[in-house]
């Protein structure tokens, strides 16, 4: 096996290694490319179709025209931001955009509200955290390849058996739950106890706590891609009128939001008001929105501007700190100038304040809170009656209450948003 992962600037044998080990059916290929296929061929990547990113697939009543962004399209627009973003830095590009692809995969129906009611629930089994969930998936839950345990002769899936750096690349946070290095009490974590076997594997010879070099590109492009989509979307929707941003009052609600979930609490509002000022003054700063063809072709081409103006300030950043040469895993941090952070901060604060304050968009997720809780507890008390045949395979061979209610987990983090609203419907008999 080659030096340490990363310290030269390449991917050696460790950065390619796979959990179990298998031949390539098709040689010609690099190890990034089969992950990079495997990911693409999942059945977990094509039901991000059917779930929440911002408004709920199918939906009529919020007047998105536009055909709004599922979690499988901003997917997509991740990999793509990250890919190139990536290859600039002198990252494998199929690397990270596998990355960027299953970065996502984990969360459960309903977006972050699911989520929420997914950690109520699992409260006691170790909580549910849709990066940790990624990491299971990709691990453990999607069927790709399975191995026999030569102890014990059982036959157990290691999931898409992914190499060792792409795991890693797609891990946001790699640590588990109540283990942040600097925020004991933040709630984001990125693996279960039951999953701590693969995740030190995957993580052997990383420096403690240290998010690799493509897992920071990864989560810049996640922020970069849903920032600016969900920006375009709620001016698409009519949602963000361009005129109300100029506004003292609207500005203060801005924020009001912007420091209470997008940015430290002790940011000053003032560069708040300075990072919105830079993009308004921008000539492509889109003015107005009619719905016309050519609003919508200047309102794509803001989009553009905004996706290589944020890519552009990180990668010049981080060159001006280490260099022409490749930058890969450990050997370099993802530098992002704080101007540019504090744009995309602003925002995705226009958006959530614009969009997913709307006072329908609340009632959705009240509503959305209870179909998962009322679900939850349907299995629970009917289980393995409601479950799929893997998740009633697994549930009848798990250990304990605490085992059981895991695969419960599970198999409700996997539905879609409409599987998820059919299932509770047919055990509780509620619409």
């Not at 296929?37 to 919020?62: E, I």
């Not at 998936?137 to 026999?148: A, C, D, M, Q, W």
Request: glycine share 8%.
């Amino acid at each position: 096996m080659a030096g340490r992962a990363g310290t030269s600037g390449t991917y050696d044998g460790a950065a390619t290694e796979r959990w179990a080990p298998e031949p390539d059916k098709r040689p010609g290929r690099t190890a990034f490319q089969r992950d990079r296929a495997r990911v693409l061929h999942s059945a977990a990547l094509r039901r991000l179709a059917g779930k929440t990113q911002v408004v709920t697939p199918g939906s009529r009543s919020q007047e998105w025209d536009a055909s709004p962004r599922t979690r499988l399209t901003h997917s997509l627009e991740c990999a793509q931001v990250g890919r190139e973003l990536g290859a600039a830095l002198g990252c494998d590009p199929d690397l990270v955009e596998a990355a960027c692809l299953a970065h996502d995969m984990g969360h459960p129906p309903f977006g972050h509200n699911g989520e929420q009611a997914l950690n109520d629930f699992a409260a006691d089994c170790g909580g549910f955290e849709g990066n940790a969930q990624s990491l299971r998936l990709l691990t453990r839950i999607e069927p790709k390849r399975f191995v026999r345990f030569k102890e014990t002769g059982d036959l157990v899936s290691v999931g898409l058996n992914l190499t060792r750096a792409t795991l890693d690349a797609a891990t946001k946070y790699p640590w588990p739950r109540g283990a942040h290095p600097t925020q004991p009490g933040s709630l984001k974590f990125g693996v279960y106890e039951d999953d701590l076997p693969v995740f030190g594997w995957a993580r052997k010879d990383a420096p403690a706590d240290r998010i690799c070099f493509e897992a920071q590109v990864m989560d810049w492009s996640d922020d970069v891609a849903y920032s600016v989509h969900d920006f375009e979307d709620g001016l698409h929707a009519g949602h963000v009128d361009p005129a109300a941003l100029s506004s003292d009052t609207e500005r203060h609600g801005i924020w009001t939001v912007a420091i209470g979930r997008y940015v430290p609490r002790d940011t000053d509002p003032a560069e708040l008001s300075a990072a919105l000022d830079r993009l308004m003054d921008q000539e492509w700063w889109p003015r107005g929105y009619d719905g016309s063809a050519v609003a919508q072709s200047r309102l794509k081409d803001a989009t553009s501007q905004l996706i290589g103006r944020f890519c552009l300030a990180a990668e010049a950043a981080t060159r001006e700190a280490y260099g022409t040469g490749p930058l890969t895993r450990y050997g370099a941090e993802l530098v992002v100038p704080r101007g540019a952070r504090l744009e995309c901060a602003v925002l995705k604060a226009v958006a959530d304040r614009y969009v997913m304050q709307r006072a329908e968009q609340e009632a959705l997720r009240a509503d959305q809170r209870i179909v998962l809780a009322e679900l939850a507890e349907a299995l629970t008390a009917r289980a393995p009656e409601g479950l799929d045949p893997q998740f009633r395979a697994l549930y009848e061979s798990a250990e304990g209450d605490r085992a059981r209610k895991r695969v419960i987990v599970d198999q409700i983090a996997s539905l879609t948003d409409a599987s998820a609203r059919s299932l509770h419907a047919g055990l509780t008999g509620r619409a």
